[in-house]
């Protein structure tokens, strides 16, 4: 019986610090203000959701503009340096990526780059899924 509980215990903390990718793979890096006007909402304020958790997406995600508004989960997976946090974000598609060729698959804004990953650098390997 006692095996049967350290058994069962194992599992329990072992899933608890595993993580399952379920979603697809890209990378991320951040862009700087002003994040006005956008391609979704031009210049509403209201467009930004709490936290300012939002993104701009690349030409692979932007779907000729059908990514506004749509709600990403995402996760930081690796980097130079070590600069994941442990959670997840749910992040907004406001715009469409300001700088070409993007740089990233997803461009977070400062914010919501810092949720997920220390500042040491510029670009990380993140996992991403639509919710």
């Known amino acids: 019986m006692g095996l049967v509980v ?6 329990a ?7 399952l990718v379920h979603g697809d793979i890209g990378t991320a ?20 959701p709490p936290g300012n958790l939002f993104v701009a997406v690349s030409e692979g995600l932007w ?7 749509r709600r990403y ?6 980097g130079p340096r070590r600069p ?6 749910d992040v907004k ?8 060729p993007c740089p990233s698959t997803i461009m977070l ?6 949720a997920i990953a220390h500042q040491r650098g510029r670009k990380i390997n993140i996992e991403y899924i639509q919710i």
């Open 63 to 69: 779907d000729n503009g059908a990514a506004c508004g």
């Open 93 to 100: 598609v406001v715009d469409f990526c300001p700088i070409t």
């Open 29 to 48: 890096a951040f862009y700087n203000p002003p994040y006005i006007p956008t391609k979704c909402d031009g210049n509403r304020e209201e467009q930004f």
């Open 6 to 11: 350290l058994a069962i215990l194992i599992v």
């Open 84 to 89: 994941c946090k442990r959670r997840t974000i």
């Open 109 to 114: 804004s400062r914010d919501a780059f810092a």
């Open 73 to 78: 989960r995402l996760r930081c997976l690796s």
């Open 13 to 19: 903390v072992v899933s608890k610090e595993a993580y």
